[in-house]
């Protein structure tokens, strides 16, 4: 009876919440001059965007580009900036205490290894301004640069905000990461303390507001190998795994909720006369529905045991094991939120103001994790335009308009948080 009541009443706030009226402070006078300085001072956030594009932050090896990124934060006024045990970097601004906490957070990692040329090289040529090019100076960046810079401009007009912000650069949010950084930020020491969850991550002007979850395997067929003309009769490891390729080419998925899957790497054995002692397949699912993907994953799972027995019994003489073995290499939550969610109605209205329209989609980003425990969250994009995403060759031209996504940030911020 009281669990019951205690879930109406949470129901009740949440729809009174999303009910309630967005108020820009595009009037309020601290705010403006923010906004000003985002604009006059642009040539600055380019800049932190490509110097701390110049620290190499391969996977899993993110600590000297956050340890930048928290000199970076100390030096503009934010207090209390720390390093948490995953390597997240994590800085506190202050507010009256009376307004929701709002984290606004970048990824620090980048997808390509160590020992990668992470050189910016500048082209003032470029139809579109000045083009900056080098790993991961959109993804992400650019929306590290869009981070500091807010912090920056909030700091230098004095705008007063009614609930904390986080300023947090996260890592492992790319593939191998599997969104570890942010993963930790809510089950660590921020867990029950964030309102809101503000990612800023890519160009342009996109808002995702919804996740896409994905399920990620490596399956290994094992066997001891052999001749190829010698040793025939055998199961074949490779033969087990094309048999759950093929399984797997055969399913259907539905359009909406929109469902994927691939077979997207595979490798095995060691010469054309071998039979091979190992076939591997790696696998990635995704779905915006977490219904959906489980059902799929579910699928994937008999599939690729019937793949086994199938091979095992093509070869009924033969004593030679097979076995298999099944890793997890990434686990990404799936959720949605309405359109007529705060968060996204914010997101929405801001870019209205600021002369941009926003049509809000469906990614994997760091927002999936809030999203998928419930919590309001969204990735804003940090304006100019990128090319080249997760390529040597990546690169970013500001334009003449680029200043508008860390104003696009800030406002969404500062109405999240209300200012005073």
Known sequence: MHMTRSIFVVMVCATALQAQPIVVPMQNASMRRALATLRTDNAWTLEQQASICEIAAPPFKEAMRAAEFKRRLESLGITNVRI???GNVIGERAGSGTGPTVVLSAHLDTVFPEGTDVKVTRDSTATGGTRLTAPGIGDDCRGLAAVLAVARALKSANVQ?????????????EGPGNLRGVRALFAGELKG???????????????TSGAVGSNRYRVSYKGPGGHSYGAFGM???????????????DFTV??????????????GGTSVNSIPYEGIVEVDM?????????????????AIRAALREELARWPNSRVPL?????????RPAGSQPDSARIVR????????LGFPVTPNASSTDANVPIGLGIPAITLDAAGRGSGAHALGESYEDGPNGFLGPQWVALVVATLSGVR
């Open 286 to 302: 995704r779905s915006e529905s977490a219904a959906s993907l489980a059902t799929l994953d579910a699928r994937f799972q008999v």
């Open 346 to 353: 914010i997101a929405v209205e801001t870019g209205k103001l």
């Open 254 to 267: 539905p359009d909406a909720p929109r469902t994927t899957f691939s077979a997207s790497v595979v490798r």
């Open 193 to 207: 303390k964030i309102d809101y969850f503000i990612s800023v991550d890519g160009t342009g002007f996109g808002a």
């Open 161 to 173: 905000t009614a609930g904390m912000v986080y300023f947090v650069g996260t890592v492992g949010e």
């Open 235 to 249: 199961p074949n490891p490779v033969h087990a795994m094309g048999r759950a390729i093929a399984k797997m080419s």
């Open 323 to 331: 076995t298999m073995v099944v890793d997890t290499i990434g686990i």
């Open 84 to 86: 948490d045990a995953t």
